[in-house]
């Protein structure tokens, strides 16, 4: 061979096996990671999960290309707390984390990892688009100055935010540390005790409203809608709710195309499905279930629209995508929405009891999908997963070691369960409700309640599955949890109960 030959050859070698370890650390190791987390949104509330009220074609094909987990579980049956353990690995009762005000502080310590820190440790741009609820700044937040500590303080580079809920005041967009559109001689005040300022509220003014609500939602109307809690000025920053989906999704749309070309992390948290439902006009009429149904198609358009972004600018491929829910569905969430009127037949929750509050599977075992082309192959799996876990499986995915002491505790490697290389999932779970269940092979076990159930609550047409007696069911048999077999085997009681209390020892 002369020289020149063997020159060529060593070139093109050289050539392609950059390509090939470059495609390897592109692909294999650090893509995109991108959460799309629906708010309140039921195991069978998407047609891909068996709704048949609603149709849900975006979310479908993710299924379809991707995998659909059957068995899978946000960590609580209410918001905060599965957002608190979402992010930091962490269940929340060890942080006695719970529905939180409008006004509270910031319950994750930046001191503590989340997968924010964890993976821009790992090089990538950070973000939180939509429903924020784990309290901002370290008292009271002053809505006028800067806010902090959040996300910025640990571990998001970028933030745009409904700082608590849609039905909770301040109803402004908080960009990083700075209410957008403030006013400076019209500043924020808010107060979940007392009335401040002079604007109508909706114990007084029902007939400004757009839907009716019950006592506790009736504060300040704002946007035709009263919210929980009174708030005085800010009215150049109101949000209207009809117009979440265009605002997220176009602040979406920016933080990908700014990133494009280094690996980015998003945790898009959708405020739909959780009330006050108020769909933008064009979903208006979507099903005949009313506002909770067409909330449900524009969920799935925001989530389509997403999807199309990064196709639009070839990431797909090298995005793992991971779609799910905070909590089981709620009908009554304290509007008057005719969400329980026109529900026909569609069963939010399936085949599974209760929903949001709930201590029964339907609190948290919720649609969840991974979809990566290429390195996931479609399917189904039933393997038992918790939200809790994808801290530690996206830390093995980047290749960052978790020290368990000082962060995420609870949070277990399952990145080959979510990948779809294996359907061994956890063999124990807890399930967090105003109580704590523990999974086990094809037992669920839930303790008695300790605490005071909230008054609230007991209004609300949900079985709760809070009892001061201890419940046994047998999934496997009765996946509707509704024969309670604690009297006829008081040895896996003792059994289940022990095992209960020495994890949340840990
Ligand atoms: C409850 C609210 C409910 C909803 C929920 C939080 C009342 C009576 N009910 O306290 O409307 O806002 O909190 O929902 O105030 S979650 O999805 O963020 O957990
Ligand atoms: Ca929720």
Known sequence: MNRSLLLAFSIAFFIISCTQNQGKSMVTKK??????????????DV???????VQTPNVDALAKAGLKFTDAHCSASTCTPSRYALLTGSYAFRNNAAILPGDAPLIIDPNKGTIASMLKKAGYATGVIGKWHLGLGDGKPNWNADIKPGPLEIGFDYSFLIPATPDRVPTVYVEDHKVVNLDKDDPITINYNQRVGNDPIGLEHPEMLKMQADSQHSGTIINGISRIGFMKGGHKAYWKDEDFASVLNDKVTEFIT????????????????????????????????????????????????????????????????????????????????KAVQLLGNHHPAGIYKGGKYSAYEGGTRVPTITYWPNEIHPGESDALI???????????????????????????????????????GRKQMIEEAFTLSLRSGEWKYIDP????????????????????TPQLYNLEKDPGENYNLADQYPREVKELSEKLNELMQK
Not at 293 to 315: A, P
Request: charged share 25%.
């Open 258 to 337: 700014q990133h494009k070309d280094r690996p980015f992390f998003l945790y898009y948290s959708l405020p739909s499905i959780h009330v006050p439902r108020a769909p933008n006009a064009k979903f208006v009429g979507a099903t005949k279930m009313g506002p909770r149904g067409d909330d449900i198609v524009q969920m799935d358009w925001m989530t389509g629209e997403v999807m199309k972004t990064l196709k639009k600018l070839g990431l797909e491929d090298n995005t793992l995508v991971i779609f799910s829910s905070d909590n089981g569905p709620v009908l009554n969430d304290g509007y008057a929405d």
């Open 31 to 44: 893509p995109n990671i991108l959460i799309i987390y629906v708010d309140d949104l039921g195991y069978a």
């Open 449 to 468: 309640v300790k605490a005071k159930t909230p008054d609230w609550l007991k209004n609300k047409d949900v079985p709760t599955g809070l009892q001061s």
């Open 386 to 424: 918790s939200q809790v876990d994808i801290y530690a499986s996206l830390a093995q995915l980047v290749g960052e070691q978790v020290d368990h002491h000082k962060a995420a505790p609870d949070s277990k490697d399952f990145l080959p369960v979510l990948l779809g290389k294996s359907k061994e």
């Open 47 to 53: 047609s891909c999960y068996g709704a048949t009220a």
